[in-house]
Nanobody
């Protein structure tokens, strides 16, 4: 059983920064990658960023490229999403998720952490 717990969300002014954390616990042996998705009110959940379990090959949606940085603390099994130059359109509930080796998609989600950017 794997558990994902996000934290770090909050209210920030446009142009500000936040760092989200995702602590992953349990049986992590099969995890291939960890990702961040977000869902704004009235919209579908969308991909933000991902990184392999070994902390390599960060990948970003074009909407956040150059502003967000994903990283992993391998000792703490924690994935971070450093968000800078935040915009009002970044306002959403941010979810952490994982994908197992051999799986085609992300398949387990945390409870989410709310990010609100005021303009």
């Amino acid at each position: 059983q794997v558990h994902l717990v996000e934290s770090g969300g909050g209210l920030v002014q446009a142009g500000g920064s936040l760092r989200l954390s995702c602590v992953i616990s349990g049986n992590t042996d099969r995890i291939y990658a960890v990702g961040w998705f977000r869902q704004a009110p009235g919209k579908e959940r969308e991909f933000v960023s991902s990184i392999t379990w070994t902390g390599n090959y960060p990948y970003y949606d074009d909407s956040v490229k150059g502003r967000f940085t994903i990283s992993k603390d391998n000792a703490e099994n924690t994935v971070y999403l450093q968000m800078t130059s935040l915009k009002s359109e970044d306002t959403a509930l941010y979810y952490c998720t994982k994908r197992d080796r051999g799986a085609s998609d992300f398949d387990l989600w945390g409870q989410g952490t709310q990010v609100t950017v005021s303009s």
